[in-house]
Each structure stands twice: as C-alpha cells, then as structure tokens.
C-alpha cells in the first residue's frame, strides 16, 4: 500500500525558513520522479517542483518560487524534502508531495506576520 505522509509545515513570519518532508512507503521510491504540489486558499493545486529519479538529473521549479525553494530527496529513507527559504505570504497553502498519481493528505504552511 503506498503512502505519502507530509510533515514540517507550520506558521512562519514572512523571510523565514521551512523545511517539508514526505516520508513514504510502499513502493519502490528511488525509481520514481517525485513532486511537491500546493494548493493556495481559494485557488486551485499548482504545481511547485519535480525531482527526477536519475542521479544528477536537473530539478525544475515553478517560476514563483525558483531561486527560494530546493527540492531533495533522500533515497535511503525513503524521504522527499522541500527547503523553503525567504517566504512570502503568497506562499501560504496546504503542500503535497506526489509520487505517480498517490498525493499525500498535505501539510499546512502559513507565512503571515
């Protein structure tokens, strides 16, 4: 059974810092591409970033939060991480992380003075 479980988001002041995890289990997680998504209140889910399963593959990032955000994954234990650094309101939202079509249940994170 895959399961993709987020953690690490929280409330944070904004040029503040925060580190998103996604343990997972179930499948086979060093052979899979795997993103981070968010869905912003009242919008739609965007995407945010992809890491491919290929050593030294190049990770692709939405525009709005290229340069401020890294996506990593740590195939030993089966762990998927997004570093957000310099956080701006608009970057407030539920995150996900996705392997295939399995979403996690997401992880809030609010960025407000």
């Known amino acids: 059974q895959v399961q993709l479980v987020e953690s690490g988001g929280g409330l944070v002041q904004p040029g503040g810092s925060l580190r998103l995890s996604c343990t997972t289990s179930g499948f086979t997680f060093s052979a899979y591409s795997m993103s981070w998504y968010r869905r912003p209140p009242g919008k739609e889910r965007e995407w945010v970033a992809t890491?491919?399963?290929?050593?030294?593959?190049?990770?692709y990032y939405a525009n709005s939060v290229k340069g401020r955000f890294t996506i990593s994954r740590d195939n030993a234990k089966n762990t998927l991480y997004l570093q957000m650094n310099s956080l701006k309101p608009e970057d407030t939202a539920v995150y996900y992380c996705?392997?295939?079509?399995?979403w996690g249940q997401g992880t809030q994170v609010t960025v407000s003075s």
């Open positions: 996705k392997a295939s079509q399995h």
């Open positions: 890491t491919n399963s290929g050593e030294g593959d190049t990770d």
